[in-house]
């Protein structure tokens, strides 16, 4: 009789709490998290060559190569230098003012990423 009744309570209560978290998760990735978007570094190239994003997005360069690779830039107001990272390693930026980034490495020349970021 008691478990019966348990049983019965728990149920609806076991279920608004889903239907909570549910919502609750919803809402943490459409308000609270901040895109993030990954480049590799691949054939000493960068995948994908151009991206666009919106402003405010983490960018993940990830070394998929047997080699270090420097992730910079020197474009006026956008200018970062992200350091030497080993094969497998990954190094971040977030990308907050809108216009285009000239995204290069410093151990190869030839290596470009051309990044826009929109508003
Ligand atoms: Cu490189």
């Known amino acids: 009789m ?8 728990a149920w609806p209560a076991l279920h608004a709490a889903a239907l909570a978290l549910a919502g609750l998760s919803a809402w943490s990735l459409a308000t609270a998290a ?7 570094q691949a054939n000493s190239s960068f995948a994908p060559g151009t991206l666009t994003l ?4 983490q960018v993940v360069f990830r070394n998929d190569d ?3 690779h420097n992730v910079y830039s020197r474009t006026e107001g956008q200018a970062f230098n992200l350091g030497m990272a080993k ?5 971040e930026r977030a990308f907050a ?3 285009t ?6 151990v190869h020349p030839r290596m470009r990423l051309t990044l826009t970021v929109e508003p």
């Open 97 to 99: 003012t809108p216009g």
């Open 2 to 9: 008691i478990r019966t009744l348990s049983r019965r309570l």
């Open 87 to 91: 094969p497998g390693e990954s190094v």
């Open 34 to 40: 901040p895109a993030r978007v990954e480049v590799r």
């Open 66 to 68: 047997q080699l270090a």
């Open 101 to 106: 980034v000239d995204i290069r490495c410093a």
């Open 54 to 57: 919106r402003a405010g997005t």
